[in-house]
């Protein structure tokens, strides 16, 4: 596609639900990212791919949270047992292989656990 | 680890001014610093991007300046229009860790007709 689509743009969630949050980077790029940005904040990294590979899970808050692409295209985010500190915009971001290319973000998921 | 401060927060102009975003890093070992623009409910846009060897980038009415070695940059825009409403992120990426991009938590920009 033309750019990063994410689905579903909003998700309302029970507290305790599962959620998985899905991602199609622009075709070729081998890196992705997830953020999670807090109203009024910058994003902050939560994982990152290359390829299939999941290099960098850093930034994942707890073991709720999973994040996988299998085939090297499409990632999933699943966050296990919702809590409200949950709540906000999960973003995705891919980058072609050159290093000195520019982040290309989603429009992301505003997740809402109630 | 790398922290990255905006100033101001807030920011609103009448239509035709010329203003100045401003960003800095704790860390001056970065790769590069992109600015980007993010609109209500929507991802992020990127604006710019200088690498660490270059002092600045234009494009259209948008400059970025970097000055490393103070960890400073600044996103110049000239001739504000209502349609640059928005946010303002700028974000560094490590020098070795290619990972990692931290992130401002950015300028809102309200520009009056």
């Known amino acids: 596609g033309a750019g990063v689509s994410q689905s579903p743009r909003y998700k309302v969630a029970k507290r305790g639900q599962d959620v998985a949050l899905r991602c199609d980077p622009i075709s070729g790029h081998v890196s992705l990212f997830w953020y999670q940005q807090a109203l009024g904040q910058g994003p902050e990294f939560l994982t990152y791919f290359q390829n299939e590979a999941q290099l960098d899970k850093s930034g994942l808050p707890s073991d709720r949270f999973f994040a996988e692409r299998p085939e090297g295209s499409v990632s999933t985010l699943k966050i296990q047992r919702t809590q409200q500190e949950d709540s906000a915009v999960y973003l995705c971001?891919?980058?072609?292989?050159?290093?000195?290319?520019?982040?290309?973000f989603g429009n992301g998921t505003r997740l809402t656990v109630t | 680890k790398q922290e990255v401060t905006q100033i101001p927060a807030a920011l609103s102009v009448p239509e035709g001014e010329n203003l100045v975003l401003n960003c800095s890093f704790t860390?001056?070992?970065?790769?590069?610093l992109q600015w980007f623009r993010q609109d209500p409910g929507k991802g992020l846009t990127s604006l710019l991007l200088?690498?660490?060897?270059?002092r600045e980038q234009t494009s259209g009415r948008l400059n970025a300046s970097l000055d490393k070695s103070s960890g400073r940059s600044t996103l110049y825009i000239a001739a504000s229009q209502p349609g640059d409403s928005a946010t303002y992120l700028c974000?560094?990426?490590?020098?070795?860790?290619?990972?990692?991009?931290?992130f401002g938590s950015g300028t809102k920009l309200n520009v009056k007709p």
């Open positions: 860390d001056s070992a970065i790769y590069n």
């Open positions: 971001a891919s980058q072609d292989p050159r290093r000195n290319s520019p982040l290309h």
């Open positions: 974000a560094v990426r490590h020098e070795y860790n290619f990972n990692k991009f931290y």
């Open positions: 200088i690498q660490s060897s270059q």
